[in-house]
T-cell receptor, first 113, second 115 residues
Framework: SQTIHQWPATLVQPVGSPLSLECTVEGTSNPNLYWYRQAAGRGLQLLFYSVGIGQISSEVPQNLSASRPQDRQFILSSKKLLLSDSGFYLC????????????FGPGTRLTVT | AQSVAQPEDQVNVAEGNPLTVKCTYSVSGNPYLFWYVQYPNRGLQFLLKYITGDNLVKGSYGFEAEFNKSQTSFHLKKPSALVSDSALYFCAVRHFTGGGNKLTFGTGTQLKVEL
């Protein structure tokens, strides 16, 4: 069966520090991969998605970037964190070009101080 | 543009009573609709989806949803609510774009089931 992992689970970082969040998927090949941010426990905002290695689509201009160095690895990064980057970051995967649902990881709670 | 709306921020229901969480959609073409549930500090869990076919879709944990094309709605329902159903529920609609499978989510409805 497929599983999706995210780490770390929680992170407290000072303003101006770098960020690296990692997401990995097991048990499937060539997945679509997604990064979302959830602010204030509510709405989900799609940040990035990827349909293959090295391919990244950005949904909104911001202080973050994403990379996909391997088929089942998706990384969210920042060079200098802002207070507004605080939130709950969720990674998800889906079958490539399918009609299937997205499956979400457990999330990373980021607090920028 | 594809969108979904969840008109209620919170729904309160007594345990054992039926529950409904509302969702309306706006899409061009055929809608592909989903319901997810989120427990505190957890990722989203898939409940059910409508792609085509029967308007009544059955999903996980006894939930079902009714697709209504004339009313552009996709309400989530359960015949008998449990306290453990208390959580945040999201409706979502699928986009087709650049080969990707993107979802746009509603703002969420907090369901509170009380004894």
């Amino acid at each position: 069966s497929q599983t999706i992992h995210q780490w770390p689970a929680t992170l407290v970082q000072p303003v101006g520090s770098p960020l690296s969040l990692e997401c990995t998927v097991e048990g499937t090949s060539n997945p679509n991969l997604y990064w979302y941010r959830q602010a204030a426990g509510r709405g989900l905002q799609l940040l990035f998605y990827s349909v293959g290695i090295g391919q990244i689509s950005s949904e909104v201009p911001q202080n973050l970037s994403a990379s996909r160095p391997q088929d089942r690895q998706f990384i969210l990064s920042s060079k200098k964190l802002l207070l507004s980057d605080s939130g709950f970051y969720l990674c998800a995967w889906s079958v490539l070009l399918g009609f299937d649902e997205q499956y979400f990881g457990p999330g990373t709670r980021l607090t920028v101080t | 543009a594809q969108s979904v709306a969840q008109p209620e921020d919170q729904v309160n229901v007594a345990e054992g009573n039926p529950l409904t969480v509302k969702c309306t959609y706006s899409v061009s073409g055929n809608p592909y609709l989903f319901w997810y549930v989120q427990y505190p500090n957890r990722g989203l869990q898939f409940l059910l989806k409508y792609i085509t076919g029967d308007n009544l879709v059955k999903g996980s944990y006894g939930f079902e949803a009714e697709f209504n094309k004339s009313q552009t709605s996709f309400h989530l329902k359960k015949p008998s609510a449990l306290v453990s159903d208390s959580a945040l529920y999201f409706c979502a609609v699928r986009h087709f774009t650049g080969g990707g499978n993107k979802l746009t989510f509603g703002t969420g409805t907090q369901l509170k089931v009380e004894l």
